[in-house]
């Protein structure tokens, strides 16, 4: 099974900085991860795809980078409702399998 | 417009069962893969299992924690997914959320519900 392992754990900025997650995949995944924001009581909804897409109606200021095994989803100019939790995502053929990271709290400072 | 909706959640004693719905509306859902995941309270968000659309014969797979305790199915013309809870332990206690596979795959998930809370407890 795929590990993915996110950091920091939690992130504290403020308003107009710039947030930087990063998600590592224990093998190799080519492009195939996602990000997720989760904010509380909330379900999760899909920010990027295929590891550098934006997922419909995703503001611009949403960017993913990465292949291999090194992801990273970036917030520029981070906006009040941007606090959350961000969760990377990935698949895998065999077994078939679904995982997640274990999530990174990005909090006002 | 695409809406997923969960039903089902309650509160259910250790060993018992219990059977969650997923109803979907706004695209063709015997085309779609419909996926179940869950949130234990403060926890991260953990995949449970799925099924494949039509085409794909509406097979399943499972995470190996409830692999032979739930099982996935789906009733293509009432647009309901259900997930078949079994043997339930308090370990299962969790928001269980129903998602719909984008592009009709099982890669990525990009319409949720709002979850249903299961609570297992003597």
């Known amino acids: 099974e795929i590990v993915l392992t996110q950091s920091p754990g939690t992130l504290s900025l403020s308003p107009g900085e710039r947030a930087i997650f990063s998600c590592r995949a224990s093998k190799f995944i080519r492009t195939s991860l996602a990000w997720y924001q989760q904010k509380p009581g909330q379900a999760p909804s899909l920010l990027i795809y295929?590891?550098?897409k934006r997922a419909a109606g995703i503001p611009a200021r949403f960017s993913g980078s990465g292949s291999g095994t090194d992801f990273t989803l970036t917030i520029s100019n981070l906006e009040p409702e941007d606090f959350a939790i961000y969760y990377c995502q990935q698949r895998s053929n065999w077994p078939p399998s679904i995982t997640f990271g274990q999530g990174t709290r990005l909090e006002i400072k | 417009e695409v809406q997923v909706v969960e039903s089902g959640g309650g509160l259910v004693q250790p060993g018992r069962s219990l059977r969650l719905s997923c109803t979907a509306s706004g695209f063709t859902f015997g085309d779609e893969v419909m996926s179940w995941f869950r949130q234990a309270p403060g926890k991260g968000l953990e995949w449970v299992g799925f099924i494949r659309g039509k085409a794909f014969g509406g097979t399943t797979e499972y995470a190996a924690p409830v692999k032979d305790r739930f099982t996935v199915s789906r009733d293509d013309s009432k647009s309901i997914a259900y997930l078949q809870m079994n043997s339930l332990t308090t370990e299962d206690t969790a928001v269980y959320y129903c998602a719909h596979g984008y592009s009709s795959s099982w890669n990525y998930f990009d319409y949720w519900g709002q979850g249903t809370l299961v609570t297992v407890s003597s």
């Open positions: 295929d590891a550098s």
